[in-house]
């Protein structure tokens, strides 16, 4: 079902919202078409949109989506009898949620995650000596949405985390996301404990406490301040204890879309890094890491279901001092090959991904993939992964990745097979 037909029922909804009201959705400008009629569903609470702040009124709609629509409507009071006929199966299946949730719907929402993992890795040194090990865990995540006003929402997000690797016990249990989240005049604005990436994750991909602020639609202009989370940044597997973190980092981008092209530049300030000695619980200032900038350029080109995307990333740590290599180099680029997705709403559905990775030291900190490229943090890493992903229920998302890297001057190995099962409700 088109979303086109929803905006051409606005009237017939009865919703009373503002003619006034803010227009949340970076894909609908002030001059399209249906711009009041999706201003008004979404300030009453029918339409929500994507996580990304984008509508894709473009997009065709399953009967479950839109039968959501229509008990919201309902919920609303609108008169929307032949439409609830019409959907009357969704509706029933709908039922728990519609009866006992969607009278608080504009208030919480609340959905959640359960991720299964098993990972085998094994290093490889150059010295011919070899060692594996596993991972084996449990994590489930339960997100609460609540809404402030018309403009803003606050998110939280609750963690429960298992290691089974051991068989002891080790569980975990914190609240890691708590954030506002809105626009100001034009501007969008993140601020609190939110996930945050940076290089396309590449660089960075874990929590921050601070703010991020874009504003724009084809050509977006975005800057952030504060603190990443601690992080692990050691060579523990390769012989190393040492552990490095920094205490604020902020930085600024702007990027461009043309068409099935985009661009993005970005410059990334890590400051005041120091070093822990696990074993000697002390700290110590790490002069070679405090002062790391990195600059970086993303160009990415969509072929339909195909994409192919690289990045450039180059640091300015320095390589003459104690902890890094001496003469290490502190450039990289990722390039990256996908086609199609596993959507967790459509059963079937598969995606494939490939990337090469040739990064220098200082253009990784916290990086995105489930292999151990935080073990060369000294010298850089050059490999490859390869994963595949497939629904194989509704919802359920089965993923198999597998990363061969190695150390850029070490020339040690590290091969990680990673196997994941995800349920989203």
Same mark, same amino acid.
Not at 67 to 79: C, S, T
Not at 113 to 138: C, D, P, V, W
């Given at each position: 079902?088109?979303?086109?037909?929803?905006?051409?029922?606005?009237?017939?909804?009865?919703?009373?919202?503002?003619?006034?009201?803010?227009?949340?959705?970076?894909?609908?400008?002030?001059?399209?078409?249906?711009?009041?009629?999706?201003?008004?569903?979404?300030?009453?609470?029918?339409?929500?949109?994507?996580?990304?702040?984008?509508?894709?009124?473009?997009?065709?709609?399953?009967?479950?989506?839109?039968?959501?629509?229509?008990?919201?409507?309902?919920?609303?009071?609108?008169?929307?009898?032949?439409?609830?006929?019409?959907?009357?199966?969704?509706?029933?299946?709908?039922?728990?949620?519609?009866?006992? !949730?969607?009278?608080?719907?504009?208030?919480?929402?609340?959905?959640?995650?359960?991720?299964?993992?098993?990972?085998?890795?094994?290093?490889?040194?150059?010295?011919?000596?070899?060692?594996?090990?596993?991972?084996? =865990?449990?994590?489930?995540?339960?997100?609460?949405?609540?809404? /402030?006003?018309?403009?803003?929402?606050?998110?939280?997000?609750?963690?429960?985390?298992?290691?089974?690797?051991?068989?002891?016990?080790?569980?975990?249990?914190?609240?890691?996301?708590?954030?506002?989240?809105?626009?100001?005049?034009?501007?969008?604005?993140?601020? @609190?404990?939110?996930?945050?990436?940076?290089?396309?994750?590449? !660089?960075?991909?874990?929590?921050?406490?601070?703010?991020?602020?874009?504003?724009?639609?084809?050509?977006?202009?975005?800057?952030?301040?504060?603190?990443?989370?601690?992080?692990?940044?050691?060579?523990?597997?390769? @012989?190393?204890?040492?552990?490095?973190?920094?205490?604020?980092?902020?930085?600024?981008?702007?990027? =461009?879309?043309?068409?099935?092209?985009?661009?993005?530049?970005?410059?990334?300030?890590? #400051?005041? =890094?120091?070093?822990?000695?696990?074993?000697?619980?002390?700290?110590?200032?790490?002069?070679?890491?405090?002062?790391?900038?990195?600059?970086?350029?993303?160009?990415?080109?969509?072929?339909? #279901?195909?994409?192919?995307?690289?990045?450039?990333?180059?640091?300015?740590?320095?390589?003459?001092?104690?902890?890094?290599?001496?003469?290490?180099?502190?450039?990289?680029? /990722?390039?990256?090959?996908?086609?199609?997705?596993?959507?967790?709403?459509?059963?079937?559905?598969?995606?494939?991904?490939?990337?090469?990775?040739?990064?220098?030291?200082?253009?990784?900190?916290?990086?995105?993939?489930?292999?151990?490229?935080?073990?060369?943090?000294?010298?850089?890493?050059?490999?490859?992964?390869?994963? @595949?992903? /497939?629904?194989?229920?509704?919802?359920?998302?089965?993923?198999?990745?597998?990363?061969?890297?190695?150390?850029?001057?070490?020339?040690?190995?590290?091969?990680?097979?990673?196997?994941?099962? /995800?349920?989203?409700?």
């Amino acid at each position: 079902m088109k979303k086109s037909l929803v905006l051409a029922m606005a009237m017939a909804l009865g919703v009373t919202a503002s003619a006034y009201a803010a227009n949340p959705f970076s894909d609908v400008p002030a001059g399209h078409w249906a711009y009041d009629s999706i201003s008004k569903l979404a300030a009453a609470g029918i339409i929500e949109g994507y996580g990304d702040d984008t509508f894709r009124g473009d997009r065709l709609m399953t009967r479950y989506e839109m039968a959501q629509i229509v008990a919201k409507a309902l919920a609303k009071g609108a008169n929307v009898d032949k439409l609830a006929a019409e959907f009357a199966d969704e509706l029933d299946a709908l039922g728990v949620r519609v009866a006992a !949730l969607e009278k608080k719907s504009d208030n919480v929402k609340v959905t959640g995650q359960f991720r299964y993992h098993y990972a085998h890795n094994k290093i490889n040194r150059n010295n011919g000596e070899s060692t594996s090990n596993h991972s084996n =865990a449990l994590r489930s995540r339960i997100w609460f949405t609540g809404k /402030v006003n018309d403009n803003w929402n606050y998110v939280g997000m609750l963690q429960n985390q298992q290691d089974l690797t051991d068989n002891t016990g080790n569980e975990t249990t914190n609240f890691q996301r708590a954030y506002v989240e809105g626009r100001l005049g034009g501007v969008r604005v993140v601020a @609190g404990r939110h996930d945050f990436q940076l290089g396309d994750a590449n !660089l960075y991909d874990n929590r921050m406490d601070g703010i991020k602020v874009e504003y724009g639609n084809k050509v977006k202009v975005g800057a952030y301040y504060g603190k990443p989370t601690d992080h692990e940044l050691s060579n523990g597997d390769l @012989g190393d204890d040492i552990t490095v973190k920094y205490d604020r980092f902020f930085g600024a981008n702007v990027g =461009a879309e043309i068409g099935k092209f985009s661009l993005n530049v970005a410059y990334d300030k890590f #400051k005041d =890094a120091y070093k822990y000695d696990k074993d000697a619980k002390a700290t110590d200032y790490s002069n070679d890491l405090d002062d790391n900038g990195v600059f970086s350029v993303q160009a990415k080109y969509n072929f339909g #279901k195909a994409a192919l995307d690289a990045i450039f990333l180059k640091s300015n740590v320095d390589t003459d001092k104690g902890y890094i290599n001496n003469g290490a180099s502190t450039k990289g680029l /990722v390039v990256t090959a996908s086609y199609g997705g596993a959507e967790a709403a459509k059963v079937g559905s598969w995606g494939l991904v490939g990337k090469y990775y040739n990064q220098g030291v200082g253009t990784f900190v916290a990086h995105t993939m489930n292999g151990n490229a935080q073990d060369f943090i000294k010298e850089g890493f050059k490999g490859y992964s390869l994963a @595949g992903y /497939v629904t194989v229920a509704k919802n359920m998302v089965a993923g198999l990745e597998w990363y061969d890297l190695k150390g850029k001057e070490s020339k040690d190995k590290e091969k990680t097979l990673w196997s994941q099962l /995800v349920v989203s409700f």
